[in-house]
């Protein structure tokens, strides 16, 4: 992967994946933005890539607003000359059932996750069309908005909208050489230790430096590395090709996730009404009801 010639801004990079996902740009040779709402922590990751002989940038500012991604775009510009790639990493958890979920929990995840990835995206988009030779947007999702999960309401809805979104500006920006995908890693971090399935397996990686196989290869979990070489690829020309996809990264794991297709169909002339529905219910439609929430292997969840 060379990416000599690249400049990338990863949001919410200060540390965890963002920051895992902008030292693998710098050392294939990309120009990054580090962002981090804490201006430190921000400037530690930059220095941390400098050490390593990458070429970073740091912009502090919390994302969702279109003055923080426009700043994001400048800096870019103003910094290293262009844009070439958008890593939309930045996230926070609220986490609550649904009806202890208040409305601030709610709109301050889908601002940031949701609304953070169109306006810097917007931005990103619109600074690749004047450049006039394309551009890689990198949207981060999560297997939570593919398969949904317990009290996260506000974060699974999010990752849908952001996969749902990645889809339709795959096709707004095919013409213009931008290819969109959507990455959905899992990770050891500060939001998956919180996890009470993977706690115990986390702090037996803490004492031992290793995962068990059934967490890196079943779960497909493993350490923010683990998923940072996905996003080099995508960031280059080699990725030229493929858009409007949603991967599933992580441990010893690669997969792309399928899109949402009719598993179930039946007719009746004239549509149906309530007793139609379930008249053909059980032989057409029983049998293909999909499961809801991450299927995890019986060796995880028995020690949970």
Same mark, same amino acid.
């Given at each position: 992967m060379h990416l000599e010639d690249k400049v990338a801004v990863v949001t919410g990079s200060g540390r !965890?994946? !963002?920051?895992?996902? *902008?030292?693998?740009? *710098?050392?294939h040779g990309a120009a990054v933005i580090v962002n981090d709402v804490d201006q430190s922590t921000a400037d530690a990751a930059v220095a941390e890539i400098v050490a390593a002989g990458g070429r970073a940038a740091a912009l502090a500012g919390a994302v969702g607003s279109t003055e923080t991604a426009e700043r994001l775009v400048a800096a870019a510009v103003e910094q290293f000359g262009r844009l070439d790639v958008m890593v939309t990493n930045a996230g926070i958890l609220r986490d609550k059932v649904l009806w202890k979920m208040t409305d601030e929990d709610?709109?301050?995840?889908?601002?940031?996750?949701? %609304? !953070?990835?169109?306006t810097c995206v917007r931005a990103a988009v619109q600074r690749f069309r004047e450049?006039?030779? !394309?551009? %890689?947007i990198i949207a981060i999702g999560s297997p939570a908005g593919q398969r949904g999960n317990f009290g996260q309401t506000n974060y699974s809805g999010a990752k849908a909208g952001i996969v749902g979104m990645v889809r339709t500006w795959a096709m707004e920006l095919e013409r213009a050489g931008i290819t969109a995908n959507a990455v959905c890693p899992v990770a050891v971090t500060a939001m998956t230790e919180t996890v009470p399935l993977f706690a115990p397996h986390i702090e037996e990686m803490k004492r031992t430096g290793t995962l068990p196989d059934v967490m890196r290869r079943e779960v497909g979990m493993g350490t923010p590395e683990d998923a940072a070489g996905l996003i080099a690829f995508l960031a280059s020309d080699a990725a030229a090709g493929i858009t409007g996809q949603a991967f599933s990264v992580g441990g010893d794991r690669l997969a792309l996730w399928s899109h949402p297709k009719l598993t179930a169909t039946a007719y009746h002339r004239g549509g149906f009404g309530a007793d139609e529905v379930a008249e053909r219910w059980p032989a057409d439609f029983a049998d293909s009801v999909e499961s809801v929430g991450e299927e995890f292997p019986a060796e995880l969840t028995a020690k949970a």
């Amino acid at each position: 992967m060379h990416l000599e010639d690249k400049v990338a801004v990863v949001t919410g990079s200060g540390r !965890g994946l !963002g920051l895992a996902y *902008a030292k693998e740009l *710098a050392r294939h040779g990309a120009a990054v933005i580090v962002n981090d709402v804490d201006q430190s922590t921000a400037d530690a990751a930059v220095a941390e890539i400098v050490a390593a002989g990458g070429r970073a940038a740091a912009l502090a500012g919390a994302v969702g607003s279109t003055e923080t991604a426009e700043r994001l775009v400048a800096a870019a510009v103003e910094q290293f000359g262009r844009l070439d790639v958008m890593v939309t990493n930045a996230g926070i958890l609220r986490d609550k059932v649904l009806w202890k979920m208040t409305d601030e929990d709610f709109d301050a995840v889908i601002n940031v996750h949701m %609304r !953070g990835t169109f306006t810097c995206v917007r931005a990103a988009v619109q600074r690749f069309r004047e450049q006039g030779d !394309g551009g %890689r947007i990198i949207a981060i999702g999560s297997p939570a908005g593919q398969r949904g999960n317990f009290g996260q309401t506000n974060y699974s809805g999010a990752k849908a909208g952001i996969v749902g979104m990645v889809r339709t500006w795959a096709m707004e920006l095919e013409r213009a050489g931008i290819t969109a995908n959507a990455v959905c890693p899992v990770a050891v971090t500060a939001m998956t230790e919180t996890v009470p399935l993977f706690a115990p397996h986390i702090e037996e990686m803490k004492r031992t430096g290793t995962l068990p196989d059934v967490m890196r290869r079943e779960v497909g979990m493993g350490t923010p590395e683990d998923a940072a070489g996905l996003i080099a690829f995508l960031a280059s020309d080699a990725a030229a090709g493929i858009t409007g996809q949603a991967f599933s990264v992580g441990g010893d794991r690669l997969a792309l996730w399928s899109h949402p297709k009719l598993t179930a169909t039946a007719y009746h002339r004239g549509g149906f009404g309530a007793d139609e529905v379930a008249e053909r219910w059980p032989a057409d439609f029983a049998d293909s009801v999909e499961s809801v929430g991450e299927e995890f292997p019986a060796e995880l969840t028995a020690k949970a």
